[in-house]
């Protein structure tokens, strides 16, 4: 009889253990060349790994002023971003993202980026984006393995099912510049992160010739 009434008790224990909800674990955050966490609202430029020039800046293409796009630029420390995620007091990896110049340019436009299409599996890294929208959610994703500091890479892979995942890489449009774009045979492009000056994390003129 006490065998009996222990199987029921044993069984609602159980019950109780695998109905409880799990927590998440928090995303990682991205850190900066230094080690810090990237903290939303502060600027930081995006730099290749080899070097700290050819930043991210916003450039005209193919021949139209506006929206402008995302590009490299080889001779020039580039523009620094901003990122933030609802809900984070960091900027973690694997999470949609906000990304955003903040500057003042000579379009009408937000600097938020987003994903506009340009041919068929391709589309250019631009600027004029809206957060709300999925075409602008961004990720950072940490590059695996071990390394002597932490390598980076951005991907445009929204939280949605079904939708485009892929990475951010460049592409040398036909007259040389450099496009941050996504599509067939477009790799990751690696970089790393700096905080910049209080000077320019302030709102910069900026603006094309």
């Known amino acids: 009889m006490k065998f009996s ?8 224990l159980l019950l109780a253990l695998n109905t409880h909800p799990l927590l998440a674990a928090e995303p990682e955050a ?21 070097a700290d020039e050819g930043g991210l800046s916003l450039g005209p293409t193919r021949n ?33 993202l906000k990304v955003d110049f903040p500057v003042s340019t000579i379009c009408v436009q937000s600097n938020v980026w987003r994903l506009r ?5 391709f589309w250019f890294v631009s600027a004029d984006g809206n957060p709300n ?5 961004f990720k950072i994703e940490r ?3 071990e390394h002597a500091y932490e390598i980076y890479s951005f991907k445009f892979c929204p939280s949605v099912p079904g939708t485009l995942c892929a990475p951010v ?3 040398v449009d036909t007259d040389g510049t450099k496009v941050m774009a996504v599509g067939d045979n477009i790799e990751p492009y690696y970089v790393r992160f700096q905080k910049a000056s209080v000077n320019h994390e302030k709102n910069q003129a900026f603006s094309i010739v």
């Open 5 to 12: 009434m222990a199987v029921p008790l044993c069984l609602s």
């Open 30 to 50: 991205v850190v900066d060349k230094q080690g810090e966490p990237l903290r939303p609202g502060v600027g930081y430029y995006v730099f290749p790994l080899w």
């Open 64 to 96: 139209k002023t506006c929206p402008l796009d995302v590009i490299r630029d080889p001779s020039f420390i580039g523009l620094p971003l901003t990122f933030s995620a609802p809900g984070f007091d960091y900027i973690p990896t694997l999470t949609d």
């Open 117 to 121: 299409k340009e041919g068929a599996g």
């Open 133 to 137: 929208d999925i075409t602008s959610k």
């Open 143 to 145: 590059l695996e393995g």
């Open 169 to 171: 890489g460049t592409f």
